[in-house]
């Protein structure tokens, strides 16, 4: 359990690996719930410039609704090179991090069809 937010769920890691470029569900919280972020995290083995993006709704993607946005990743591959190269990962204080609606999903969606792997350690509260 959290002690920055009381009732809060124990922390709980997603791992998600998808060439789709249409959205996909990471996580759907328990009926009358929300999902608040700990960290997120994407990595790529891909030679191509990428663009990953996580957030909370059933949108098309992350500009559907920018208030709902968590993470977005965006790499040029001309100076980066290999599996775990680049990384990149946000981290928020416990209690701290951003926050769904009452039942809103947590989404992922790749901007082209290179394989990206995303990581997210959240609660629900």
């Given at each position: 359990t959290s002690l920055a937010v009381p009732g809060?769920?124990?922390a709980t890691m997603v791992r998600l690996s998808t060439t789709s470029i249409t959205r996909v569900t990471l996580v759907t919280p328990t009926s009358g719930k929300r999902i608040r972020v700990i960290s997120a995290a994407v990595a790529s083995a891909s030679n191509a410039d990428e663009r990953?993006?996580?957030?909370?709704?059933?949108?098309?993607?992350?500009?559907?609704?920018?208030?709902k946005a968590?993470?977005?990743y965006s790499i040029a591959r001309a100076t980066n090179?290999?599996?775990?190269?680049p990384n990149q990962t946000v981290v928020y204080t416990d209690g701290t991090g951003p926050v769904g609606a009452v039942d809103d999903v947590l989404s992922v969606r790749n901007s082209t069809t290179a394989a990206l792997v995303y990581y997210v350690l959240y609660r629900e509260e």
């Open positions: 809060a769920s124990a990953g993006e996580i957030f909370f709704s059933t949108g098309a993607n992350i500009t559907t609704d920018g208030a968590v993470f977005d090179v290999g599996w775990g190269n």
